[in-house]
């Protein structure tokens, strides 16, 4: 399974995204829903670096696709003086951020496709952008998550079977949680939670 995973590191193209997640998604660990990520946000928040450096540390293959999981993790390695170890996640997190940018162009006719809910966030703070409306829709590809921005722009993600393996259709609707990362271009620059939010 790992063998696509460096495959798409080595060289990231759009094909070796989308085996990545079709192996991702088939892990037993893949949680749609955003269960890690949402544990490494609530430990970074409380400035629990040690213990995001160990969750992240020994992070299930069914989270290796997700961008916000390496943030997390780099954000933990350079709280912990792993320098190294925080450049090589910052490397991790953008590949990703750019696998996830070639799977589509974001209208409705070419959807981006998530591999999970948070990708959605990872790929709206990529661009600087904030929801103005969100609503669902149902096309030919899939459910479509569908969000207006403040700008004007729409954006368009395919969820796929993403909604009924979550099983919390709630969760689909894009919250302002100050947890999440923003601004991917700073933040990938230099990863300090001063800067990130």
Known sequence: M???YQAFLEAPCRDGFLKLQEEVQ???DYCA???FVDHLADLCQRGCYEQMFEQTELMPFGWVASPSAHL?????????GCADDAELERFVTESLLHGLLETGDGSANNPYQVTYLS????LLAYFSASVEKQHLVRSPQGMLDVITT????QLCFLLGDLVASARLEDRVKLGTSPA???LASKRLAACSPRRVW
Do not use: L
Request: proline letters at 3%; hydrophobic letters at 30%; charged letters at 25%.
């Open 2 to 4: 790992i063998d696509h």
């Open 26 to 28: 088939a892990d037993a």
């Open 33 to 35: 829903v955003g269960s």
């Open 72 to 80: 997390y993790a780099s954000i933990a390695a350079q709280q912990m």
């Open 119 to 122: 990708d959605r966030q990872d």
């Open 150 to 153: 403040t700008t004007g722009d």
């Open 180 to 182: 999440h990362p923003r």
